[in-house]
Protein backbone atom coordinates (compact mmCIF):
# COMPACT_ATOMS: atom_id res chain seq x y z
CA UNK A 1 0.00 0.00 0.00
CA UNK A 2 2.72 2.37 0.45
CA UNK A 3 4.06 2.16 -2.99
CA UNK A 4 1.18 3.12 -4.46
CA UNK A 5 0.79 6.09 -1.98
CA UNK A 6 4.09 7.03 -3.49
CA UNK A 7 3.05 6.37 -6.85
CA UNK A 8 0.36 8.26 -6.79
CA UNK A 9 2.10 11.27 -4.77
CA UNK A 10 5.17 11.33 -7.20
CA UNK A 11 2.55 11.35 -10.38
CA UNK A 12 -0.03 14.16 -8.55
CA UNK A 13 3.84 16.65 -8.11
CA UNK A 14 4.36 15.47 -11.66
CA UNK A 15 0.76 16.83 -12.45
CA UNK A 16 1.40 19.93 -10.76
CA UNK A 17 5.03 20.92 -12.34
CA UNK A 18 3.38 20.54 -15.39
CA UNK A 19 0.60 22.50 -14.74
CA UNK A 20 2.38 25.37 -13.67
CA UNK A 21 5.21 25.03 -16.43
CA UNK A 22 2.09 25.48 -18.79
CA UNK A 23 0.54 28.10 -16.52
CA UNK A 24 4.57 30.44 -16.37
CA UNK A 25 4.38 29.63 -20.90
CA UNK A 26 1.04 30.71 -21.09
CA UNK A 27 1.96 33.88 -19.55
CA UNK A 28 5.00 34.68 -21.17
CA UNK A 29 3.48 34.06 -24.66
CA UNK A 30 0.24 36.28 -23.39
CA UNK A 31 2.85 38.95 -22.68
CA UNK A 32 4.82 38.52 -25.90
CA UNK A 33 0.99 39.03 -27.69
CA UNK A 34 0.18 42.08 -25.65
CA UNK A 35 3.52 43.93 -26.61
CA UNK A 36 3.14 43.24 -30.28
CA UNK A 37 -0.63 43.91 -30.00
CA UNK A 38 0.73 47.70 -28.09
CA UNK A 39 3.26 48.37 -30.57
CA UNK A 40 0.35 47.74 -33.77
CA UNK A 41 -1.56 50.06 -31.79
CA UNK A 42 1.12 52.83 -31.65
CA UNK A 43 1.87 52.27 -35.34
CA UNK A 44 -1.70 52.76 -35.86
CA UNK A 45 -2.22 55.78 -34.37
CA UNK A 46 1.18 57.47 -36.15
CA UNK A 47 -0.66 56.55 -39.09
CA UNK A 48 -3.93 58.32 -38.39
CA UNK A 49 -2.00 61.60 -37.40
CA UNK A 50 0.21 61.30 -40.25
CA UNK A 51 -2.92 61.03 -42.06
CA UNK A 52 -4.45 64.03 -39.89
CA UNK A 53 -2.00 66.16 -41.12
CA UNK A 54 -2.11 64.84 -45.02
CA UNK A 55 -6.22 65.86 -44.57
CA UNK A 56 -5.20 69.32 -43.10
CA UNK A 57 -3.05 69.74 -46.11
CA UNK A 58 -5.42 68.64 -48.45
CA UNK A 59 -8.16 70.77 -47.19
CA UNK A 60 -5.85 74.03 -47.22
CA UNK A 61 -5.52 73.35 -50.74
CA UNK A 62 -8.86 72.78 -51.48
CA UNK A 63 -9.76 76.26 -49.77
CA UNK A 64 -6.41 77.58 -51.74
CA UNK A 65 -7.80 76.37 -54.89
CA UNK A 66 -11.15 78.27 -54.30
CA UNK A 67 -8.85 81.34 -54.69
CA UNK A 68 -8.90 82.55 -58.38
CA UNK A 69 -5.98 84.18 -57.81
CA UNK A 70 -4.05 80.77 -56.68
CA UNK A 71 -5.80 79.12 -59.17
CA UNK A 72 -4.35 81.34 -62.24
CA UNK A 73 -1.00 81.31 -60.69
CA UNK A 74 -0.81 77.68 -60.82
CA UNK A 75 -1.83 77.58 -64.31
CA UNK A 76 0.51 79.64 -65.57
CA UNK A 77 3.65 78.32 -63.34
CA UNK A 78 2.45 74.56 -63.23
CA UNK A 79 1.19 73.77 -66.49
CA UNK A 80 2.36 76.86 -68.83
CA UNK A 81 -1.30 78.14 -69.72
CA UNK A 82 -2.13 81.73 -70.28
CA UNK A 83 -5.12 83.64 -71.85
CA UNK A 84 -6.02 83.70 -75.33
CA UNK A 85 -4.47 85.96 -77.67
CA UNK A 86 -1.51 86.22 -74.75
CA UNK A 87 2.23 86.04 -75.95
CA UNK A 88 4.24 84.44 -73.22
CA UNK A 89 7.96 85.25 -73.25
CA UNK A 90 10.75 83.31 -71.51
CA UNK A 91 13.91 84.57 -70.88
CA UNK A 92 15.92 81.30 -71.85
CA UNK A 93 19.22 83.02 -71.12
CA UNK A 94 19.93 82.24 -67.16
CA UNK A 95 20.47 85.75 -66.36
Known amino acids: MAKTKTKSSFAFRICVALFAVYAVVSL ?3 QVEIAAMEQQI ?21 VMGEDEEYVERIA ?7 YPNEHVYVDVSGN
Do not use: H, P, W
Open 76 to 82: REKLDYG
Open 42 to 62: LDITQACEDQRIANKDIERLI
Open 28 to 30: VKS
